[in-house]
């Protein structure tokens, strides 16, 4: 007897998996998972069987969408780039990398300003800047409830199948707005130290709730990830995309790129570059350049011998 079905969450080596057939059950992955070094992930889709004395056992994993490194998980739809207008200051290059990351595999980033409540200008700076590279964007105040109904109304018309997650720098106050969302979360949330300015991280295993329980809807079957965080976004440790990637990864690059007078433009400084044009232009936002041009240096310094899966 074998069943189709889904991870939700894991610990201790145990894997919950909401089956078709059976509801929810606990399982451990078959022995060659071990042997073969092969990798469950919460949010795989799995079959499970059962062994000589009738307990479940993981015995395939299907076929991935994506799969993120940390927090290690498989199945996004769609990520909430989460940065805040002010305490802590925006957070640019990290937002930016989260944002690369998730388009380049698939995922659709939707970038959500907070605490517009302490620095309006800044929060409509950050609106104006990532949308007009293509994404959808909301502000809020997660304390005034401003414009967190716009960000749940986009969440019932556009991911009532899909799984969704929310990230940023530490301390913009992601769980915070996620509770406003979904009121029975009660997710713990940090405060912000008051010398760095930073938050402290609370949530840590990854872990699906259903959007249809957080919601009250039956017609909604996605689900929302509760995750320990983006923080891990190491370029020179781990291989998140390649350097020939990068320029496709900034998707207000993608209509410009192969314009450029030089074939192997790196879109850094060179002559009759149509990035560096749309810039000038006002066409792409120089912000983002200067995330690109780290992002770049990085790569570019990275051996390849030095990478890890």
Known sequence: METKGRILESSGGLYTVKTDTMGLIKCKPRGKFRNEHLKVLVGDYVTVSFDEADNPCIETVLERKNSLIRPSMANLDALFCVVASARPAPAMLTLDKLITIADHIGIEPIIVVTKSDLEEKQSDTLEETYRSCGFPVFSCSSVTGKGV????????????????????????????????LFPGTGLETGSVAEKTGRGRHTTRAVSLLSLSSLLGSEEISGYLADTPGFSMLDFAAFDFYRLEDLPNAFREFRPHLGNCRYQKCTHLKEDGCAVLDAIRSGIIPKSRHDSYLDLYATLKAKPRWEKKE
Not at 165 to 173: K, W, Y
């Open 149 to 180: 109904d716009g960000i749940k109304a986009y969440i019932t018309e556009n991911c009532a199948d899909k799984t969704i997650a929310f990230a940023g720098a530490s301390g913009v106050g992601k769980s915070t707005l996620i509770n406003r």
